[in-house]
């Protein structure tokens, strides 16, 4: 194993002083993700299917660089993640790691990625300190951040009239941040809020919690809590009549992956924010229905179109370069334009944050839905400079 | 009275130490002082360093569930505390690691000595659930004191820093020979507590509760220095692995946490000195390479799980121990 | 008006209702538990993901047989019931003659294969179940709405509670499986079969769980981690209530959802811990348990 290594890194030595050999630029991407967990449905093989999807639309090998895609489950734990990423890129000649949902696995591979002078595009996890205080230059955050959801629902239903809130927050530190985001929105939009209450983490009855935010009369009722808390307490909102009742739910990070879980019939009414919606364009669609024919039927996240659109993004940058130097691919990542068919036309910031619209949706009715998927009606679209945190406000060093 | 290991493990009463016993003792001592020395060249030495602080941990939980007959349930509590205390002191004290693992060390012998000595006074599934009990608390506490822990991100990038102020850990290598050390350390202490008077005691103790009282010791003193030394180590275990990855997360409080070091003590065997060891090797391999496998790992995990229980309750390093007829 | 602590009386009263409903769901769990534990002297670990079997035997017979909601009340418990069976016969009882902690760490790790079987097939984030249509809406107590749905889940588990209460202490087969516990030997050699009994007793616990999971799916998310962490906190409802006690496990059961429905009002976020709090107080103070009797 140890004659592997000195033999990859004289190979990697003599490929670096060699640009003529450059041609043959070889590349492994590893996906590492849940797999197995939480989150399994939103990221996992359906990322790596992504993956496999721009390495083809990208027709690599006419270009002379071999893409490999490799894969592996964090289990949602930061230490079987960062030991992946390690073995990754110090024995197994990994490149680049894509997607990593988990914040706390996220913020570890991103340190990891930066020791080793690696490159990391994040699309699964809603950390904004990603881009913020725990930014490096080695760190793309591609596909949403917990600021601009925030920004998204909290604002447009603001502006749709819904002006008093309150929070169902998930008692943690992610829960917090929801919120205290949220809140400043609404604020800052001329709305009010009017309570909130802290709910145990994780959660499976909110009935109790429910009540209370029916008594407070606020119009909506904001969800700061993610995964199977947000669907627990949007099943027991439908229970209690609250929608029927004239309040709104808005859910801070509900994923398609959630609604198709809950079913319209509980989930209708809901208001939610989303960069990526599989049915908004003809790209879009024609996209989506190749992916969902590989993926067992089932329609792209917005986090497995980020690793698509990333990985597309970073392999541009590599053709540009003819190079696979971190600094210089990451340099050209961020000062090429952006352009895919999912994301439309975008930039990346000096922090690594990547810019794009957001949209706020609202989950159908039964009836108006034409069939399994066909979940969202936009509401409004919210322009990248509105949605994602001013960059002097982000606190990121590498921002001066 | 739980007489877990004393009918099902090695089978053979450890207690007659003999010479040819100490002997073979020796040898594997020099053995995995050999395997250490050489490991880091071979095999991957992030991957060798999560094995040792696994096993120690394993070993940890060993000394309470084979010597001591007392199932923990919430082992993770100690781990946990211990690796979030070395993680804060490094990064925001800024101590050198061999002081931030202290301090974490000696946290989870406190929170070892307030448990146990409210745990110790139940016995058997009352004990298994009080201690489940309280590590869940220390799981809710660690979720609601973000300041403290990070909340869920965990405390992230702590610095490994350098030895004794003077040689950087930041290669894997040089911190490697530091964790080695530790490891080492943690399992002589662990063999000359069992082989100790006071081992003896708590083994009496194990088989046969009312006798060891009756005979005039007081078996609950016993019982709580065994389960404040098991956490102890424990939490040496948790606070080295912070240094070593960089960060404490709330996967180390959490319950599943104390599931998985019953697994490695389990696989490996059940009341040997050397099992957890083989034990931890064996999951934590599992773990990083079964790691693309997906969803299965749980049903592969849960198949050892049954498939020690009904087949091998020894362990691998007890069926080897049958074998040869010597207590490992 | 008056307010109680800065709570308005009719808030309070809605709350002490959620409150027992979801003491519903820990004492019909805590009561399988605890049955069980009363004849095998197991802690059966795989309680949670077994209440997890029955949610999506549920979802499977509506989507696959399209059997509604009440044939699935009935044959959920029957068919997840029909598997305890099997794993008693083929596991549990080669480790019935070994120390009880072997039984939680067998079933330890059948909980960890079944929940990665079903996160394997149907993924994690869970399956959609309506409220049956007979059940939907609710009505206006004047101090809360009061979804029909819940009403409903409050009376069948009080039926179920009470009636598994009455079979154990009062018929003559509850009076055998009671000898049984006492001394299973000598009430074999009276002519009973214990074991027939002892694997009846598995498939009925695990019963319980499947159709508390068949209560549960309209109402809570219906996914493989449903029963992970619930578990945890029905093994404490179980522990203060007295292991193997029958009415312990019920009336602590609703109590302390109870309690844990005020703690929610007055404290959200100790709600969790609330459990574990008053198990480890009672404990010190009863070490068998409000309702055990003494080892």
């Known amino acids: 194993m140890k004659l592997k290594t000195i033999l990859a890194t004289t190979a990697l030595a003599t490929l670096?002083?060699?640009?003529?050999?450059?041609?043959?630029?070889?590349?492994?991407?590893?996906?590492l993700n849940d797999r197995s967990g939480l989150y399994a449905d939103l990221a996992g093989e359906g990322s790596v299917i992504a993956a496999r999807m721009a390495v083809e639309d990208f027709k690599a090998a006419d270009k002379g660089i071999k893409v490999e895609v490799v894969s592996a489950d964090h289990q949602n734990k930061p230490d079987v993640g960062s030991t992946i990423a390690r073995q990754w890129y110090d024995q197994d000649g990994v490149d680049l790691i894509l997607d990593v949902p988990t914040s706390s696995v996220a913020l570890a591979v991103s340190q990891i990625t930066k020791e080793k002078n690696k490159v990391h595009i994040n699309s699964g996890a809603g950390s904004s300190d990603l881009t913020g205080k725990a930014c490096n230059a080695n760190t793309i955050h591609w596909t949403y951040d917990t600021y601009a959801l925030a920004q998204g629902t909290g604002g447009a239903m603001v502006k749709a009239g819904g002006d008093s809130w309150f929070f169902l927050t998930a008692d943690y530190a992610f829960g917090h941040a929801l919120e205290r985001d949220a809140s400043a929105t609404v604020i800052k939009n001329g709305g009010k809020v009017v309570g909130a209450v802290r709910t145990p983490f994780p959660g499976t009855d909110f009935s109790s919690f429910l009540l209370q935010a029916q008594a407070s009369k606020a119009k909506v009722i904001g969800l700061a809590n993610a995964g199977s808390d947000t669907t627990n307490a949007i099943k027991q909102a439908g229970e209690f009549g609250i929608v029927a009742g004239g309040q709104k739910l808005a859910g801070l990070l509900v994923f398609i992956s959630d609604v198709h879980a809950l079913g319209l019939q509980a989930a209708q009414g809901l208001v939610l924010t989303e960069s990526f919606y599989w049915d908004r364009d003809?790209?879009?669609?024609?996209?989506?229905?190749?992916?969902?024919?590989?993926?067992?039927?089932?329609?792209?996240?917005?986090?497995?179109?980020?690793?698509?659109?990333?990985?597309?993004?970073?392999?541009?940058?590599?053709?540009?370069?003819?190079?696979?130097?971190?600094?210089?691919?990451?340099?050209?990542?961020?000062?090429?334009?952006?352009?895919?068919?999912?994301?439309?036309?975008?930039?990346?910031?000096?922090?690594?944050?990547?810019?794009?619209?957001?949209?706020?949706?609202?989950?159908?009715?039964?009836?108006?839905?034409?069939?399994?998927?066909?979940?969202?009606?936009?509401?409004?679209?919210?322009?990248?400079?509105?949605?994602?945190?001013?960059?002097?406000?982000?606190?990121?060093?590498?921002?001066? | 009275?739980?007489?877990?290991?004393?009918?099902?493990?090695?089978?053979?009463?450890?207690?007659?130490?003999?010479?040819?016993?100490?002997?073979?003792?020796?040898?594997?001592?020099?053995?995995?002082?050999?395997?250490?020395?050489?490991?880091?060249?071979?095999?991957?030495?992030?991957f060798v360093m999560k094995v040792l602080c696994f096993a120690l941990f394993a070993l940890a939980f060993n000394l309470l569930l084979g010597y001591g007959g007392l199932l923990s349930f919430g082992h993770a509590a100690y781990f946990g505390m211990a690796s979030y205390v070395s993680a804060y002191t490094a990064k925001n004290w800024g101590l050198t690691p061999e002081l931030a693992i202290l301090f974490g060390t000696a946290v989870g012998a406190v929170l070892g000595l307030v448990f146990g000595?409210?745990?110790?006074?139940?016995?058997?599934?009352?004990?298994?659930?009080?201690?489940?009990?309280?590590a869940q608390m220390v799981f809710f506490f660690s979720l609601q004191t973000p300041r403290f822990t990070g909340g869920e991100d965990g405390i992230q990038a702590v610095p490994r820093g350098k030895f004794l102020g003077l040689i950087s850990l930041a290669d894997d290598r040089a911190l490697y020979w530091l964790v080695a050390a530790i490891f080492m350390g943690g399992l002589l202490a662990i063999y000359r507590i069992i082989h100790s008077p006071f081992g003896q005691v708590c083994k009496a103790?194990?088989?046969?509760?009312?006798?060891?009282?009756?005979?005039?010791?007081?078996?609950?003193?016993?019982?709580?220095?065994?389960?404040?030394?098991?956490?102890?180590?424990?939490?040496?275990?948790?606070?080295?692995?912070?240094?070593?990855?960089?960060?404490?997360?709330?996967?180390?409080?959490?319950?599943?946490?104390?599931?998985?070091?019953?697994?490695?003590?389990?696989?490996?065997?059940?009341?040997?000195?050397?099992?957890?060891?083989?034990?931890?090797?064996?999951?934590?391999?599992?773990?990083?390479?079964?790691?693309?496998?997906?969803?299965?790992?749980?049903?592969?995990q849960g198949g050892i799980f049954v498939l020690c229980v009904l087949l091998f309750r020894e362990g691998i390093v007890g069926v080897i121990a049958k074998a040869i007829k010597k207590p490992l | 008006m008056f307010e109680l602590l800065g709570v308005p009386p009719q808030a309070l009263f809605g709350q002490v209702l959620l409150g027992l409903i979801n003491g519903s769901f820990?004492?019909?769990?805590?009561?399988?538990?605890?049955?069980?534990?009363?004849?095998?002297?197991?802690?059966?670990?795989?309680?949670?993901?077994?209440?997890?079997?029955?949610?999506?035997?549920?979802?499977?017979?509506?989507?696959?047989l399209g059997l509604n909601y009440w044939a699935a009340l009935l044959l959920a418990p029957i068919i997840v019931g029909a598997t305890g069976v099997a794993i008693e016969r083929l596991l549990l009882k080669r480790i019935a003659h070994l120390d009880h902690l072997y039984g939680l760490l067998l079933t330890f790790g059948l909980a960890l294969i079944i929940q990665g079987l079903f996160r394997n097939q149907y993924g994690s984030s869970g399956l959609p179940y309506a409220i049956p249509p007979q059940l939907a809406g609710g009505q206006n107590l004047g101090f809360m709405?009061?979804?029909?749905?819940?009403?409903?889940?409050?009376?069948?588990?009080?039926?179920?509670?009470?009636?598994?209460?009455?079979?154990?202490?009062?018929?003559?087969?509850?009076?055998?499986?009671?000898?049984?516990?006492?001394?299973p030997t000598l009430t074999q050699a009276f002519g009973i079969n214990v074991p027939l009994l002892v694997t009846l007793t598995y498939g009925f616990g695990v019963a319980l769980a499947a159709f508390a999971g068949v209560l549960a799916a309209p109402i809570y998310s219906v996914n493989p981690n449903m029963g992970g962490d619930l578990i945890i906190v029905v093994f404490a409802v179980v522990v203060i209530g007295g292991m193997g006690s029958i009415m312990g496990a019920i009336v602590t059961g609703f109590s302390l959802g109870l309690i844990e429905g005020l703690t929610k009002v007055f404290y959200p976020e100790g709600a969790a811990t609330v459990i574990f709090v008053i198990m480890v107080l009672v404990l010190l103070v009863k070490p068998a348990g409000l309702f055990g009797r003494a080892a």
């Open chain 1, 282 to 400: 003809d790209g879009t669609r024609a996209w989506s229905e190749r992916f969902a024919k590989l993926n067992g039927g089932k329609k792209p996240t917005m986090v497995q179109a980020g690793v698509y659109s990333g990985l597309l993004h970073y392999l541009k940058a590599v053709e540009a370069t003819k190079s696979k130097d971190s600094a210089t691919v990451v340099a050209k990542m961020k000062e090429m334009p952006t352009d895919d068919p999912l994301f439309g036309k975008g930039s990346i910031r000096p922090n690594g944050r990547k810019m794009h619209d957001m949209y706020l949706y609202e989950v159908k009715k039964p009836s108006e839905s034409k069939g399994p998927w066909d979940y969202y009606k936009q509401i409004s679209v919210l322009p990248a400079e509105q949605a994602f945190q001013p960059l002097a406000e982000t606190g990121c060093s590498l921002v001066k």
């Open chain 3, 26 to 64: 820990y004492a019909i769990l805590s009561l399988g538990l605890a049955v069980i534990f009363g004849l095998l002297n197991i802690i059966n670990f795989s309680h949670g993901a077994q209440y997890m079997m029955g949610a999506f035997v549920a979802w499977m017979c509506l989507n696959y």
């Open chain 2, 1 to 46: 009275m739980t007489d877990l290991a004393s009918t099902e493990a090695a089978g053979v009463a450890l207690s007659e130490t003999d010479d040819s016993t100490a002997r073979l003792h020796r040898n594997l001592f020099i053995a995995i002082a050999a395997v250490l020395v050489v490991a880091p060249f071979v095999a991957y030495p992030v």
């Open chain 1, 16 to 31: 670096m002083a060699a640009p003529a050999l450059a041609q043959q630029i070889s590349i492994k991407a590893g996906v």
């Open chain 3, 145 to 183: 709405f009061l979804p029909n749905y819940r009403a409903w889940v409050i009376a069948a588990s009080l039926v179920v509670c009470l009636g598994t209460w009455f079979l154990i202490e009062k018929t003559k087969l509850g009076a055998y499986l009671r000898a049984a516990t006492e001394n």
């Open chain 2, 117 to 134: 000595a409210l745990a110790i006074r139940r016995q058997g599934i009352y004990f298994a659930m009080i201690t489940l009990a309280l």
């Open chain 2, 205 to 300: 103790i194990r088989d046969n509760e009312p006798r060891a009282i009756s005979l005039g010791y007081r078996a609950n003193r016993y019982k709580l220095m065994v389960f404040v030394l098991s956490a102890t180590l424990a939490g040496l275990a948790g606070a080295t692995k912070a240094i070593v990855f960089q960060l404490a997360s709330l996967t180390d409080v959490y319950w599943t946490m104390s599931g998985e070091v019953v697994l490695m003590t389990l696989v490996g065997g059940l009341g040997t000195v050397f099992g957890p060891i083989v034990g931890a090797l064996v999951i934590v391999a599992m773990q990083n390479y079964l790691a693309t496998l997906g969803a299965w790992v749980t049903v592969v």
